[in-house]
Nanobody, 121 residues
Framework: QVQLVESGGGLVQAGGSLRLGCAGP????????MGWFRQAPGKEREFVAA??????TYYADSVKGRFTISRDNAKNTYLQMSRLNVEDTAVYYCAASPGGTVGDGRTYLHWGQGTQVTVSS
């Protein structure tokens, strides 16, 4: 099982920013769709953002205009989160997909362990 490793989570005040990183195993995922999902306590996992190998980006409505996904096509994918609010508190997961529906978690075959993001009011 290929492992993705997230980094950058933590505690931040509402209105603040955080940058999450996701490291993959070399160039294995250079042509993969890379995505970020999150799961808050007591809630279903939800799609946050995704980026194709060519740089096309997709966002959930709840984060559009506040979050930015990017990748360096070597092995790293990033999620820049700005204007955070308490509703953004969740465990954030990085995932990789060979292709398919962008917002469907079942499309993604490889997942990281998750990183906690907590936004205080």
């Amino acid at each position: 099982q290929v492992q993705l490793v997230e980094s950058g989570g933590g505690l931040v005040q509402a209105g603040g920013s955080l940058r999450l990183g996701c490291a993959g195993p070399g160039r294995t995922f250079s042509t993969y769709l890379m995505g970020w999902f999150r799961q808050a306590p007591g809630k279903e996992r939800e799609f946050v953002a995704a980026i194709t190998w060519s740089g096309d980006t997709y966002y959930a409505d709840s984060v559009k205009g506040r979050f930015t996904i990017s990748r360096d096509n070597a092995k790293n994918t990033y999620l820049q989160m700005s204007r955070l609010n308490v509703e953004d508190t969740a465990v954030y997961y990085c995932a990789a997909s060979p292709g398919g529906t962008v917002g469907d978690g079942r499309t993604y075959l490889h997942w990281g362990q998750g990183t906690q993001v907590t936004v205080s009011s």
